[in-house]
Every structure is written in structure tokens, then in C-alpha cells.
């Protein structure tokens, strides 16, 4: 299967493209060949610093990962024939590479109709890295707080890869609830949570980041363009809360405020989501506030210490 290699932006690049098709097309990537010729081979020590860019593959891997993906993002169990042309491979590679993945039990084949489903043993390894981040246990207290404060569902994210991964979330009470749920993905332009971290980051990075996911439109209220993501990420910075007003459901608003660690540096975001019958305009500024404490707050206890500017700025709002 072929992959791609994604476009680096040049490092003075502190611009966003007007929009995602503006991007130059993606370069291919580098293959690795073992000299045949010798029965041994010396491999070298791969540097620590190599990241999800590297062009380092190892063709197995990458086949196991995308059958995994393509099991996660179906609606419904995969039959062989339906992961060949996904995965572009012979049908009896397919079938040795699930063999190997269902002895791991990565994934589980249906003894009736030979379909392949997700197993779980990656809901064990993912539950085990999410109880790896020290940030789940600390923050806790503050997501417990605004919940008691505001009644309705908080959650509390990291960046992973670009999009949103909540990694934990306090419920609300209320009939009318949100559906996200612990573990899962959204995209960042379009969320409280994925904004407020956006406008953390480097604007080259954000364009990386737009390049590789898209700005696609999901309610009526989605930002769509470069330049008005541009904008949204000013106000966030200058507000120091972000909004999510019905762009990613319909009738849901969120707010949401990023966390930073002891080198100032993009830790985490928590958010309030709730119906926006309840979550009104006219209480996003009161909501704000108190995540913005909440936020300083644990940004502090992880070793963050705010500028002077910062602190009047928190203040003021």
C-alpha cells in the first residue's frame, strides 16, 4: 500500500493559505531496502528525536495499523472482501495479517459470518495510557468543580495528532446531555476544547495541522476557511476562552479554555458543553471565567507560571 508523506510548511512560514486546496500536494516517501546480497545486516540505532513524520516504515506495521483503522471507522464488522480494496492487498495477505491480529486478540472474527470486528485488547492498552497521563488524575478536581458549578457535562482533552482526544469526562445530570464520549475524537477547528488549543500553537503548526485534517463543514456554523480560523484563534487569545457556538452539533455550545505546563507550553483544554437552550449566550462570559480560573489554576499546580499581563488580562475578563 502506498503511503504519503506529509508537506512540512518552511519554518518562517507564520501564514495560513487562504484555503486547504492551496496546499501544494504531498511528497512521497522514502523507502528502506535490505541489501539481499548479505546474510546479515548491521541496522543502525534509530535517533530518539524520530516522530510521526519519520520516513522510517516497517510495511507490516503499517499494514496492521490501517486494517485497525478501517475496523474502527466502519459502522458495522468487515468481511475480508470488504478490507481488500480498502487495504489494496491480495486477499490472502489480508487473511494472514487478521490471523496475527486475532491472536493478539486486536481483533475478533465472527465465527458465523467470518467478520472481523475491533478487539479488546486495544480498549486494555488504551484505558492503561489514558491511566498513564498524570494530567487525568490532576485535573479531576477542577472538571468535578465545574460541574457542580454549572450542571452540565465538563470534559477534559489533549492534542493528539491534530484532533481532539477526550480523555476524561464529568457527566451532567441533566436529561439533555452531550454524546461525546472517553476515548474518542473530534476535529480541533470546530470544538471549544480543539480552539482553545489551536491558539496555542505556532500559526505554522495550525496550518499543518488545517493541511492534514481539512476544514469541512459540519453545521451551518462550521468554520470553513483559513483566514476565519485565522480570525476565531485571535479572539480566543485575546479573550482567553474559546467557543464552540453550534459548530460541531447543532443546538450544542461549548466553552472551553487550554491548560499549560511548567514551560508554558500547550498541556491540555477542559470545557462545559451543554444544550444551548441552557448554555445561553448571555452565560458564555460567566462560564468562561470560571474555566479560565479553572484552567490557571491547574496550570499552576503543573508548574506554570503566569506572565504579569496574563494575570490582569485574567482579571479583567
Known amino acids: ?78 468481511s475480508l472482501a470488504e478490507l481488500c480494496p480498502a487495504l489494496k492487498l491480495h486477499k490472502s495477505t489480508v487473511h494472514r495479517l487478521m490471523m496475527v491480529l486475532e491472536q493478539h486478540r486486536l481483533v475478533v472474527k465472527n465465527p458465523e459470518t467470518g467478520r472481523y470486528r475491533l478487539g479488546l485488547r486495544l480498549y486494555e492498552l488504551g484505558s492503561r495510557a489514558i491511566e498513564g497521563l498524570d494530567l487525568r488524575g490532576r485535573a479531576r478536581p477542577y472538571l468535578d468543580r465545574l460541574q457542580a458549578e454549572f450542571g452540565e457535562t465538563v470534559f477534559f482533552c489533549i492534542l493528539d495528532e491534530g484532533q481532539v482526544f477526550y480523555v476524561e469526562k464529568v457527566e451532567s445530570q441533566r436529561s439533555v446531555r452531550t454524546a461525546c464520549t472517553v476515548g474518542s475524537r473530534a476535529p480541533a477547528y470546530c ?105 490557571g489554576e491547574l496550570s499552576a499546580e503543573l508548574g506554570y507560571q503566569a506572565a504579569p499581563t496574563e494575570l490582569v488580562q485574567s482579571a479583567a475578563n
Open 1 to 78: 500500500m502506498e503511503e504519503r508523506a506529509e508537506e512540512r510548511p518552511s519554518g518562517n512560514d507564520r501564514s495560513f493559505p487562504e484555503t486547504v486546496d492551496e496546499f501544494a500536494p504531498p511528497q512521497k516517501a522514502s523507502n528502506f531496502l535490505l541489501d539481499t546480497a548479505k546474510k546479515s545486516h548491521n541496522m543502525a540505532r534509530v535517533p530518539q528525536s524520530k516522530t510521526a513524520d519519520s520516513p522510517y516504515k516497517v510495511q507490516v506495521l503499517d499494514r496492521a495499523l490501517a486494517a485497525l483503522a478501517i475496523l474502527a471507522n466502519s459502522q458495522s464488522d468487515c
Open 191 to 295: 470544538t471549544a476544547v480543539g480552539k482553545a488549543m489551536l491558539a496555542e500553537l505556532p500559526e505554522a503548526e495550525v496550518s499543518k495541522i488545517v493541511r492534514r485534517w481539512g476544514l469541512k463543514p459540519v453545521t451551518p456554523n462550521t468554520i470553513t476557511t483559513a483566514s476565519a480560523l485565522k480570525e476565531e484563534l485571535k479572539k480566543v487569545r485575546a479573550r482567553g476562552y474559546a467557543i464552540d457556538d453550534e459548530e460541531k452539533e447543532e443546538g450544542l455550545r461549548c466553552i472551553g479554555a487550554a491548560v499549560r505546563s511548567h514551560s508554558g507550553k500547550l498541556a491540555a483544554a477542559m470545557s462545559v458543553s451543554g444544550p444551548a437552550f441552557r448554555m445561553t449566550k448571555e452565560r458564555v462570559p460567566e462560564i468562561g471565567r470560571a474555566l479560565m480560573e479553572a484552567a
